[in-house]
């Protein structure tokens, strides 16, 4: 099993500076990499598949990176609606697996 | 627009079952991939099993193997999970996806409550 480990487990950051989240795999995963926001009560909604690529109608301040075991993603300019907790998923191989999460908050 | 809604989550005691299920509307069910996955109380996601779009392809989580059972009826453009032998371990908010890799559509949840 990939163990999927992300850092910091909390972050914070003030309205309109930058986010930058990481996310390390146990063994290589390729680009086979999602990122996904969750809001308390809300389902995750899915960001960033292909480790870079955006999903369909996720804004441009969000950019991911990375492939292999390191990974990143950074929120360029932080908005009121972007504090939530952020999760990695590898896809390389089953089972498939999410990180712990990160949590943004307001600083 | 797309829209899943899972249904038949509850309180059950351990050792005992539960199907739930999850009606898909707004796409063509038949050609998409279909994922369980759940997330227990204050914790992260858990990955539980995806079936393919014929369901001919099944995988499941090592947690769950031999005790749930996931199937779909593409006439009925529902996707199902049958749990069995339930554990407190399996209290969790099950979400049902759109897709098996990186899932872009997902239900608002059912929750699952094990407990005597």
């Known amino acids: 099993e990939i163990v999927m480990t992300q850092s910091p487990a909390t972050l914070s950051v003030s309205p309109g500076e930058r986010a930058t989240l990481s996310c390390r795999a146990s063994q290589s995963v390729s680009s086979n990499l999602a990122w996904y926001q969750q809001k308390p009560g809300q389902a995750p909604r899915l960001l960033i598949y292909?480790?870079?690529t955006r999903a369909t109608g996720i804004p441009a301040r969000f950019s991911g990176s990375g492939s292999g075991t390191e990974f990143t993603l950074t929120i360029s300019s932080l908005q009121s609606e972007d504090f939530a907790v952020y999760y990695c998923?590898?896809?390389?191989?089953?089972?498939?697996?999410f990180g712990q999460g990160t949590k943004l908050e307001i600083k | 627009q797309v829209q899943l809604v899972e249904s038949g989550g509850g309180l059950v005691k351990p050792g005992g079952s539960l199907r739930l299920s999850c009606a898909a509307s707004g796409f063509t069910f038949s050609d998409y991939y279909m994922s369980w996955i759940r997330q227990a109380p204050g914790k992260g996601l858990e990955w539980v099993s995806y079936?393919?779009?014929?369901?001919?392809?099944?995988y499941y989580a090592d947690s769950v193997k031999g005790r749930f059972t996931i199937s779909r009826d593409n006439a009925k453009n529902s996707l199902y999970l049958q749990m069995n032998s339930l554990r407190a371990e399996d209290t969790a908010v099950y979400y049902c996806a759109r897709g098996a890799a990186s899932p872009n559509y997902w239900g608002q949840g059912t929750l699952v409550t094990v407990s005597s």
């Open positions: 079936i393919s779009s014929s369901g001919s392809t099944i």
């Open positions: 998923q590898q896809y390389n191989n089953w089972l498939y697996s």
């Open positions: 292909g480790a870079s």
